[in-house]
């Protein structure tokens, strides 16, 4: 798994299937002077689009930048699990996506070419809280629940 072999050399011509039951984020990015929150509102779009399409959840590509800061004390798969003193993660990317309820699958070797994860990236997902209501599982709950989205 590469972000080239994922998302078709970045076009998604043949890696795209309209029919699936996932999104699947395959490059977030900010100007680097955007404010944080752009991010943050972009994987929420994502979140309810999600919720709107009634699909199983989000698999997005995160970057490790900090990685290379820590390379001698953590492995990878260590790394993307790995807190502070303080019990925060480490990583600023990872910890973006944690606070969206993503949670770390596992590490992608030669992901794409960043020099900071030393070319590390993590796969993280998201799993839609209604979809099991929302594909029928619980029918009697369902038709007695409006979500609105704005």
Aim: glycine share 8%; charged share 20%; proline share 7%.
């Amino acid at each position: 798994m590469t972000w080239e072999g994922i998302s078709d050399g970045g076009s998604i011509l043949t890696t795209h299937t309209p029919e699936g039951d996932c999104l699947y984020g395959i490059s977030l990015a900010v100007s680097p002077g955007a404010a944080k929150s752009i991010a943050v509102l972009l994987v929420k779009a994502g979140q309810k689009l999600s919720l709107r399409k009634a699909l199983k959840g989000i698999f997005l590509g995160s970057r490790i930048p900090n990685y290379h800061k820590h390379q001698h004390a953590y492995s990878p798969e260590d790394y993307m699990k790995a807190t502070s003193k303080k019990g925060r993660i480490l990583d600023p990317e990872l910890a973006i996506y944690r606070q969206l309820n993503f949670v770390p699958v596992r590490v992608i070797p030669n992901y794409f070419r960043d020099p900071e994860s030393l070319d590390y990236g993590i796969l993280v997902s998201w799993q839609n809280p209604l979809y099991e209501i929302q594909k029928g599982e619980y029918p009697f709950f369902f038709k007695s629940v409006a979500v609105e989205f704005t």
